[in-house]
């Protein structure tokens, strides 16, 4: 039997490490990576860090490159080289490369990793100079290119969400003025608004000003790349420089031509196997619908952590090793200035959306013993079921030891746990770090006791 040849679409999160994870399961497979932009593998998590200067070496974000790929793993990645089209009947790919040559590639099984693009909604002169997006290395550079030669004095942000904030941060680090547009009532979606309250409160002290439940009606050029954004409410802005992060969207038109089947909120359809409705296709990453464990509902969770791990499971399907995808819950982090904040699960109004009785506590713990010199207080709100206390999600925002109880409270809700099985976790203790009740013991302790009927909240 031949060896088998596996193409993959799209070389970053979802891509690589399906392509890895190949080579490591079978060492006779031909496998290529085609990548449309100049880059595989890289951190773009990290690219509003290197706009700031904290991440000092741009080399730094480029986890891995073709040649590394090939030395280390005897993978084939092309960069500059988009997929135009699939022909499911021949199992073939048709790839265009920097040049415009086309060429025409088979296949045994396809991996499509595309992931998603930037939303740009048709505004009026939202294409001109000095307006951009942040998605890839290229994005990066083109941003630091225009604050090298024109040194901008004021900028701003048209979108509230991880990477908005993310940039006004480290745009300010760069001693630049900026102003956040959120069309919403609050910034970071994923938290409810009382929560995200206490970020804006923080955002505005430290001198980003943060204009809420306001869009985007035009933009406008004043020359070079002066922008003049008037928003919907008709208050008009003045810029050297705008950064679009209103958010993104699967990018499905490869697989949608191909006739694969497109899910009902727009992302690719997958079986727990990361398998299409063509049984030599399997898509991962943000391109794909997945299921929200606590709702069960197909939901969009365009984040690096589920990419890599679906291109795993793809890659062991693909290898006879039948591997499922058990769902996504959304957990995340964002640094603000002093603050930290994270999530993981549902918020209010996904648990009334999906109709689930939900009750839900606030609690504002210190992040380690207060006799210990330097705790901080944290604010947790939890959200669990009223009928079995099942824990549905949890919000932390703090200045220290967000990190450590998001991640506790996201295995115990992956684990089904209840707000009783909170109380009796064992956790790592000393005055440095803890406290003898935990915080996440906190969160049981508060829950249960609403549960029981022991308390009445105000």
């Known amino acids: 039997m031949s060896p088998k040849r596996v193409l993959i679409v799209g ?52 986890v891995q490159t073709p040649e590394r790929f090939k030395q280390a793993f005897r993978i084939e990645a092309r960069v500059d080289s988009e997929v135009v089209s699939i022909n499911r009947t021949a199992r073939t790919i048709d790839v265009r490369d920097a040049a415009g040559r086309t060429c025409t590639e088979k296949f045994d099984y396809l991996v499509l990793a595309p992931g998603a693009r930037p939303i740009k909604p048709p505004i009026p002169g939202i294409d001109l100079p000095g307006i951009h997006t942040l ?26 969400g991880y990477i908005g904030v993310e940039v006004a941060e480290n745009l300010h680090a760069r001693g630049i003025d900026c102003a956040i547009v959120e069309k919403l009532p609050q910034v970071m979606p994923p938290i409810d608004w009382e929560m995200a309250n206490i970020l804006h409160e923080h955002l505005r002290a430290k001198g980003i000003a943060v204009w809420l439940s306001d869009g985007v009606a035009s933009f406008a050029s004043d020359g ?25 969207r699967p990018d499905v038109r490869l697989a949608r031509e191909a006739g694969l089947t497109i899910g009902s909120i727009g992302g690719i359809a ?33 984040m690096a952590g589920p990419a890599n791990r679906q291109g795993r499971i793809a890659a062991d399907n ?37 109709s689930i009785p ?31 206390g099942r824990l549905l999600g949890a919000q932390i925002i703090g200045p220290k030891g967000v990190d450590k109880r998001i991640d506790v409270l996201a295995v115990a809700l992956r ?44």
């Open 135 to 160: 998605r890839n290395i290229p994005d990066m550079d083109a941003i630091l290119a225009q604050i090298e030669k024109n040194v901008p004095r004021r900028a701003l942000v048209i979108g509230g």
């Open 358 to 388: 939900y009750s839900k506590v606030y609690i504002h713990p210190a992040d380690h013993a207060g006799y210990y010199p330097h705790a901080f207080q944290m604010a947790i709100k939890a959200l669990f079921r009223t009928d079995d």
């Open 318 to 354: 693909i290898c006879g090793r039948p591997s499922l995808y058990h769902g996504s819950q959304g957990t995340s982090i964002v640094k603000v200035f002093d603050l930290t904040v994270a999530t993981t699960g549902i918020n209010e109004r996904q648990a009334r959306a999906a």
């Open 11 to 62: 070389g970053v999160a979802g891509g690589a490490s399906c392509a890895a994870r190949l080579r490591r399961l079978d060492e006779s497979a031909e496998i290529i990576i085609f990548e449309k932009g100049p880059y595989i593998s890289f951190a773009n998590c990290g690219l509003p860090y290197h706009i700031s200067g904290v991440i000092e070496e741009r080399s730094s974000l480029l």
């Open 270 to 302: 997958v079986d727990p196997h990361m398998l299409t409705n063509d049984p030599h296709i399997y898509a991962v990453g943000d391109a794909v619908e997945v299921t929200n464990i606590v709702t069960s509902a197909e939901a969009l969770i365009p």
């Open 415 to 458: 684990a089904g746990l209840t707000v009783y099985d909170l109380q009796d976790l064992e956790l790592a203790y000393a005055p440095p770090y803890g406290s003898a009740k935990d915080a996440v013991n906190m969160v049981g302790f508060v829950a249960a006791n609403a549960l029981e009927g022991l308390v009445d909240y105000v």
């Open 224 to 248: 070079d790349f002066a922008i003049t954004t008037t928003l919907e409410s008709g208050r008009r802005v003045g810029a050297d420089l705008v950064i679009l992060s209103i958010g993104v």
